[in-house]
């Protein structure tokens, strides 16, 4: 087996171990077995050099060759202009899979009717791609943000004895409130949540609603959403002595007692599994939104000094939560 990774110019072609490959934009790299005539095949389109990316890139490959070894992985890196970077479709391999939300798109306009797994994007990003674009059969999406149960989950574990769970939900996390409530439920919580629109004032609609809970549970909405209440969760939460349980490892780190999370490892792990079930048809291909199989915790020991919570060390914390992952209803 070969690794090929090739800078390229306009014009300039390469000979490695006997293989020709012209190469006009971008960084492509070929894994492949030049002696094997029956390999499957596999495009992966790269947003951009971004560590996050390559990290996923990284786990995706190395995930997928240890599922199916006989695959080839074809990784084109994508550029600044949209003009070249759409000139490098049609792509002859039997599945495209894309990381970030650049190749998505790119993936999504060129429609090639094959087998696209996108990895790396938000549910708002899925949503309004699939409204531009609907009925797209062959098409599956892992997205970044938890499956709202499982930050719900971690709440009840983090705050045993809290009762009234409070949430504030936008224009995507609104479509979750009846699972929400249903995952409360199972927990024992008591859910109070309040949906926001751009003209609330995120300070006067969470006051109250914080003031008068246990814990603030956090749920992924659009970028702007997201922005306009992070800020104000943490710091009425933290005023209010209520932990806020977040969905990144920034939320977290500026303020939140824990947060759950994908990592750009658990994106990639999940997305070579996928790829690796569609390549060998193990199992059917399931289209559409995919929350992330795997997960990644992260916890604030000087939060959970000042709010006087007993917080358990990073080993126990995925003892505790694999656990009652298992056990939930």
Known sequence: MELLAIKSREGLVKRIGGCHRYLRWGLIV???????????????????????????????????????????????VLGDSAEQNALLAP????????IGTPATELAYQNRSGKKTINLFITSDVWQRLEGETPDQKNVASVV????????????????????KAVTVTGPISSANIAALEQSAANLNFTLAAKTLSEHDNPVAAMSPLIKNSDVFVALPDSAVFNRATAKWALYLGFRSKIPVIGFSKAYTDAGALASIYASPSDIGRHGAELTADALLETKAFSAGLHHPRYYTLHSNPSVAKA????????????????DALVKRP
């Open 30 to 76: 070929f894994i492949l077995s030049c002696g094997s005539a029956q390999a499957n095949t596999v495009r992966l389109l790269v947003s951009g050099e971004q560590n996050y990316y390559r990290e996923t890139q990284q786990h995706f490959s190395s995930t997928l060759l240890a599922l199916s070894p006989d695959t080839r992985i074809a990784v084109t």
């Open 91 to 98: 792509w002859p391999e039997d599945i495209i899979v894309t």
């Open 144 to 163: 970044l943000d938890q499956a709202p149960d499982r930050i719900m989950l971690l709440a009840r574990i983090l705050a045993p004895n809290a009762r």
């Open 307 to 322: 709010l006087n919570i007993s917080l358990p060390n990073e080993s126990a914390l995925y003892k505790m939560y694999e």
